[in-house]
């Protein structure tokens, strides 16, 4: 019981540390790709602890949906990231939600944050939260789609399961087609929902082509802190699925205290590759429209359909 | 924890097996199927709760107090009036717009011009609705099959036709004798 708690607040910790990180490393890829020096990659953890010390400005307009909702966020994104195996492939918390609740977890966040965008009244809010609802909506079937082909392939939905099967090989490696196709499949969604170039552009404040940032335009001080943190926490709960799904090679299959820093180091390095990858693309592919979000969420919804069809006809 | 048994007790009734046992898991705060899905609900919940106050309680240690102030909306130096606001029409307009090959959208603006210049309206007329695709192809067809059929058993016991309705009843014990037969 006490190994377990410790497990998850070491879990917490790494979630809540690394996030900013990862946000800062994808950060100074672009920069260095566009011949700037750019901030150092620790500079996001330097914004939240300035953001909380701040005095929070809240609009007059806005009800107490507003002033919870960064705490909802919050706490459902954590929530997610205390589900998904970073370093450990059982976690403690395995039995409370299988993949598919983690989703939702992330979903009831994003349901929260776009009330939140209307609450304040003004039009840009809105036009952020009807986006983000257009995104979420069209996003949803793809990724539930490649969820399903992965609990096909692993034979569970339970993200223990899943990572420790494929980290011992089981099942996978026989016809890893499926398993690929809902990789691309789930990395577009990733890109999706997490706010990244092809979709959401997270550096601009151009109206528009904001969609995230537009939702979040009337926080300030400790609620900013909160959301924005969150959403980098997001960000590395869908890169961890991402690397502890399809390779999960490293991560720590018993808990004992070697393995686990192997596994923590291999975990480190996975993410950081993966987000030096989203940095590149960031840089190379121009954003799209908003109304052509469809055909590249089509794809993915596509290639995780493949990717079921796939599973059946090789398993005959 | 609570629903599942009391559920339980309707479905033993009609398969003489409990499904609890089975689908529940760890004194029942979790609800498992084998090995391939898991999820507790309490648990959930829980840890919603006490991470949202994880969140507060960093923007305590982080920020020292928790001090804010109420200030008016920001507008691009205009004053936000209800007038701004996003309405349930532009909310959905994304979704309609790359669902229009379903939903087939008709928009219609009709504008009466001044007299002395036509670049004044007099009066403007924004008409938009949709098709309720699945309801006009998916439900109403089969409301209204069983409606007219309802209608047409209503019409023989209340006119004339009493004996064919009976006649039907008939027909349809004898088809029910003979099934369960």
Redesign the interface.
Known sequence: MIGNIGLLLLQ?VVM?GVSPFVVGLIRKVKALLQCREGASVFQPYAD??KM???????????SWIFTIT???L???T??AG?LVPAFLADMP??????I??LVY?LALGTFFLILAG?D????????G???E??VA??TEPAMILSIFAI?LTA????LN?IVHRTALLQGVMTDPAPHLLALGALFIVTLAETGRVPVDNPATHLELTMIHEAMI??YS??YL??VEWAASMKLLVFLSLLVNIFAPWGIAIEATAGAMALGLVAYLVKVSALAVVIGILECTVAKLR??R??ELLGAAFILALLAVIFFYIFRG | MFAIPLLDQVSAGFMGVSVAERAL??DG??L?TA??????MP??AI??????????L??LL???R??????????CGLN?T?R???TAT??????K??FSTVYQPTVKLESEMLEESRYFAKRKHFDFHITPFFQQYLYDPVVNLVLRMSDRLRNMTVVNELNLYLGYVFAALLVVLLLVR
């Open positions: 917490m809540l939240l602890t909380f010390g701040k005095e929070a400005v809240i609009p007059s307009t806005t960064p705490y909802i919050f706490g459902s954590l929530a205390l918390l395995g039995f409370a939600g299988n598919i609740a977890l209307l304040a009244g003004s039009a840009f809010g809105g036009m939260s009807s986006r609802a257009l909506s069209v609990g034979g569970s939905t339970n399961t335009l009337d001080g400790r802190a909160l908003l109304f979000l469809s | 898991s760890m705060w979790a498992t090995n391939f899905a898991s999820v507790s648990a959930l840890m919603l709760l006490v991470l949202s106050g994880v969140g507060l960093i923007a982080v920020g020292g928790l001090k804010s102030r109420v200030y008016k909306t920001w507008g936000v209800s701004m606001e996003y532009g909310f959905a307009q994304p979704i717009r790359m």
